[in-house]
T-cell receptor
C-alpha cells in the first residue's frame, strides 16, 4: 500500500515562515502535489514537483527529494487566510493520487 | 469561468434511502474522479472515469455506483446509505492522466445520514 506521512498540526505567527514536511513510501512515483483545503471546502491546487529541487510560487515554495521520499511546503510571510489544512498527494502511477491526512496550520496574530 | 460544480452542497438522507450526488464540469476534461473524505482524514478515491471507461478502486463498496452520461456530467449513486457513509464527497477532473496533470476539485457535497 501507499504510506504518506505529514504532521497533524502546526501553529505559527502572522508574518512568520512555516515548513510542512511530507514523507512518502509508494509503489511508484509520478509526481507530488500540494493542495490547500479550508475547512468545509474543496482542496485547491498549490504546487507540483516531479524532479528534485525547489519550485517557488510567490509566498509558497515546494521541495522534492525523490531519493529520500521527502517533500516540504514552505509558506512565507504567513497571513491569517493561510490558516487551512495542507494536503500532500503522490501520484504513484497513471491516474491515482494518494493523499496524506493533511496538516492543519493555524496562524495566530 | 471554467469550473467544477457539485450539487447539492449539502444533502441529508435517511438510513437506507438511495441518494444521488451530481458533478458537472465546464473544463472539457477527459477524466472525472469521485473521492470520499471523512472528517480530518485524507480524501479517498472511490472511482474514476477516463472518458467513458469506468475504473473502480478495489476497496470501494458495491453500495457506491457511478454514471457518466456525457463528458460534462458524472453522478455518484449510493444505493443504501449507512451511517458510516456520512462524509464530504468530492468530485475532481483532470485533462488527461498522469504526468503533471492537475486534478481540479469541486466544492464538495456534505452528506448526512440520519
Amino acid at each position: 500500500g501507499q504510506n504518506i506521512d505529514q504532521p497533524t498540526e502546526m501553529t505559527a505567527t502572522e508574518g512568520a515562515i512555516v515548513q510542512i514536511n511530507c514523507t512518502y513510501q509508494t509503489s511508484g512515483f509520478n509526481g507530488l502535489f500540494w493542495y490547500q483545503q479550508h475547512a468545509g471546502e474543496a482542496p485547491t491546487f498549490l504546487s507540483y514537483n516531479v524532479l528534485d529541487g525547489l519550485e517557488e510560487k510567490g509566498r509558497f515554495s515546494s521541495f522534492l527529494s525523490r531519493s529520500k521520499g521527502y517533500s516540504y511546503l514552505l509558506l512565507k510571510e504567513l497571513q491569517m487566510k493561510d490558516s487551512a489544512s495542507y494536503l500532500c498527494a503522490v501520484r504513484d502511477g497513471d491516474y491515482k493520487l494518494s493523499f496524506g491526512a493533511g496538516t492543519t496550520v493555524t496562524v495566530r496574530a | 469561468d471554467a469550473m467544477v460544480i457539485q450539487n447539492p452542497r449539502y444533502q441529508v438522507t435517511q438510513f437506507g434511502k438511495p441518494v444521488t450526488l451530481s458533478c458537472s464540469q465546464t473544463l472539457n476534461h477527459n477524466v472525472m474522479y469521485w473521492y470520499q473524505q471523512k472528517s480530518s482524514q485524507a480524501p479517498k478515491l472511490l472511482f474514476h472515469y477516463y472518458d467513458k471507461d469506468f475504473n473502480n478502486e478495489a476497496d470501494t463498496p458495491d453500495n457506491f455506483q457511478s454514471r457518466r452520461p456525457n463528458t460534462s456530467f458524472c453522478f455518484l449513486d449510493i444505493r443504501s446509505p449507512g451511517l458510516g457513509d456520512a462524509a464530504m464527497y468530492l468530485c475532481a477532473t483532470s485533462a488527461e492522466a498522469g504526468g503533471g496533470d492537475t486534478q481540479y476539485f469541486g466544492p464538495g457535497t456534505r452528506l448526512t445520514v440520519l
